[in-house]
């Protein structure tokens, strides 16, 4: 006798989803701008015109379409566009590796407080405790402790929206734990990691993947503060975040290093945001044969 899985499965509705993600016009538009910041991130060591860190002190403040600056230049006569090329690779490996951590520790913790309920009692108190701070406030005290670094940006960001995580898994948990294949696995006495890692975790992985897209903006963003901040990745790295408070004291003499590298991290949000937006509904199991 087989348990038959009646939850909502990502293989078996993959072009359902892609026909939904099609069809709204916002979530290719953030597809569209994703992509772009992706190619813009790998391909930067190729397309960058200049040496990211090259100081050149006779072109400092170089308006946009300069002397073969695109961009411009900053008070250093270094390139704008390189550098930002660069900060968008730096602001795109802070997300993507501090969603792994978020998604590594809090979806097991996740997992055991939803299921097993004398353990909910423990990881939910901690998990409050640390909600009780500010995600940014959080991840900055936690990068001041451990030190101004790119993996330590890494780690303080990734370590504040465990609890975030942790919080969506376990209501996942809770609500899928309550159907009827899960309770057959139960009468079968199949173990609870069985059930949590056959039944349970994949019927979460929809709910996990849109959390990813929610998280990894906010994370850009306060990967940029860290570094506006001091606390974050460290000169001669660029990064958007140095960008931003290096241009800040000559802002009058070249506006367009603050507003280049501010677009940057709005788009990188904006694009995120709409396409997390359009994989909800199409992973929505109530949208499946609208």
């Given at each position: ?13 993959r ?31 190729l ?6 860190t090259h ?26 566009l390189?550098?930002m ?5 730096v ?46 406030i ?9 030190g ?16 975030i995580?942790?919080r969506v ?18 009468a ?34 306060g990967e ?7 606390i974050g ?13 290096d241009?800040?004291q000559y ?40």
């Open positions: 006798m087989t348990v038959v899985e009646s939850g909502h499965d990502l293989g078996s509705n072009g359902q989803i892609w026909k939904s993600l099609r069809s709204s016009t916002l979530g290719m538009v953030g597809a569209g701008i994703l992509m772009l910041m992706a190619a813009a991130a790998i391909l930067a060591p397309v960058a015109p200049h040496p990211p100081v050149n002190f006779g072109l400092s403040y170089q308006p946009p379409l300069t002397r073969g600056y695109v961009l411009g230049t900053d008070d250093l006569g270094r390139d704008i390189s550098r090329l660069y900060g968008i690779r602001s795109l490996q802070v997300g993507v590796l501090s969603v792994a951590i978020a998604v590594v520790v809090g979806v097991p913790l996740g997992l055991l407080a939803g299921y097993w309920r004398w353990l909910d009692g423990i990881i939910s108190r901690l998990t409050d405790l640390m909600l009780a701070f500010p995600f940014l959080l991840a900055v005290g936690l990068a001041a402790i451990n101004p670094s790119l993996n330590n940006a890494v780690i303080a960001l990734g370590v504040a929206q465990i609890p995580m942790l898994v376990r209501g996942e948990t809770l609500r899928i734990k309550a159907s009827d294949f899960v309770t057959s696995a139960e079968m006495n199949a173990s609870g990691l069985r059930i949590m890692g056959q039944h349970v975790l994949p019927n979460c992985t929809s709910a996990i993947i849109v959390q990813a897209t929610v998280i990894i903006p906010v994370v850009v963003i940029a503060l860290l570094s506006f901040l001091g990745v460290q000169p001669p790295t660029p990064s958007l975040g140095i960008m931003l408070s241009a800040q802002i009058s003499q070249s506006p367009t290093a603050a507003i280049f590298p501010g677009t940057a991290i709005v788009l990188i949000c904006l694009g995120f945001n709409l396409f997390g937006d359009a994989l909800r509904d199409a992973l929505d199991p109530s949208n499946a044969n609208t």
